[in-house]
């Protein structure tokens, strides 16, 4: 299911995806230094990379960086980037959930949020709550949509990965 709402001050964008494992084994993959190189190398784009990994008292957090191809952004936000759209998006997960903050490389927008791993009678569903809000008069609500809609494209394709990864980890 998604849901994107958009207001005076940030587009939000809530999704919840279901998977064929429990929560704590889900959290485990989508924190998994292989999982997220496989990720990043099938779905993140050109210069894609896991930037650091790290594990701590507050569970385990993770800063990706992902670029957007120029051939698939709007004409207005190629535009404005002409270097393209780069994201460094990082992601904590504790036992409790996980939270994500992601700023986009030379402009003045941010995506942040909060994710929860529900249990489900056959697995679990993650829930998130996303919103972007993007500094920048007039145009902002504009380009707040182009990100929210591009974030729900990119979590939509990360899902269908994740759902791959996980049958291919099954018969390995």
């Known amino acids: ?12 964008l809530t999704l ?3 998977y064929p494992e429990p929560p704590e084994r889900i959290q485990a993959v989508l924190t998994d230094q292989q999982y997220l190189r496989d990720k990043l190398r099938t779905v993140g784009g050109p ?3 896991l930037v650091s990994w790290e594990q701590g008292e507050r569970g385990v957090t993770v800063v990706l960086h992902q670029a957007v191809p120029d051939e698939v952004l709007p004409p207005l936000l190629s535009s404005m980037l002409p270097s393209g759209l780069t994201i460094r998006r990082t992601e904590t997960w504790s036992s409790s959930g996980g939270s994500v ?15 929860h791993l529900e249990p489900d009678p056959d ?5 998130a709550q996303l919103s972007s809000e993007v500094g920048l008069p007039l145009i902002g609500g504009t380009v707040e949509k182009m990100i929210t809609d591009g974030i729900a494209t990119l979590m939509e394709t990360e ?3 994740t759902l791959e990864w996980l049958r291919n980890a099954a018969t390995t």
């Open 1 to 12: 299911m998604l849901t994107v709402a958009f207001g005076f001050m940030a587009s939000r």
């Open 123 to 127: 697995g679990c569903v993650l829930a």
């Open 159 to 161: 899902y269908r990965f």
């Open 101 to 115: 903050h992601a700023v986009v490389d030379g402009a003045p927008g941010t995506i942040t949020g909060t994710m």
């Open 47 to 49: 210069r894609a990379e």
């Open 16 to 18: 919840r995806h279901r």
